[in-house]
């Protein structure tokens, strides 16, 4: 099911990637698979679920960090925040947000705590990228 999900998404050829309309029915039309197969733990299909939300943040910055956050979470019980492919994924995610979608954290209570468990698990494991990105989120709420 991660494959499908990655695939759909055209996370897999940014080259081929689908229009903005067919994303906005597939992240709509996907969400529930989203919320379900955030909670399974595997750390391949995390990782795959990371790369398909990484495409839709776009279409509901709120809504996809959220299931970000879900999996990375979920992702704990199969010790995905160890994988170093884990940490360049949401390594990229987390610097894009903070570029493109910084006032979400600015405004909105919930995110701001998901941000920093996110980055809080990452530390944890030993990923000097998010202990990076923590150490510089004082500039974001400036």
Do not use: C
């Amino acid at each position: 099911m991660g494959w499908s999900i990655y695939f759909a998404s055209g996370a897999k050829d940014a080259g081929e990637r689908p229009g903005e309309q067919v994303l906005r029915r597939f992240y709509t039309e996907s969400r529930e698979v989203f919320e379900e197969l955030a909670n399974v733990g595997l750390p391949d299909l995390s990782h795959h679920l990371l790369e398909a939300l990484e495409v839709l943040v776009t279409i509901n910055p709120r809504g996809v960090f959220r299931r970000v956050s879900r999996v990375i979470r979920g992702g704990q019980k199969g010790a995905y925040e160890y994988d170093s492919l884990a940490e360049d994924v949401i390594v990229r995610i987390v610097d894009r947000y903070l570029a493109d979608h910084r006032d979400l954290f600015r405004r909105d209570e919930e995110a701001r705590q998901q941000l920093i468990q996110v980055l809080d698990t990452f530390v944890r494991a030993g990923s000097e990228g998010a202990w990076r990105l923590s150490f510089g989120l004082d500039g974001v709420f400036r």
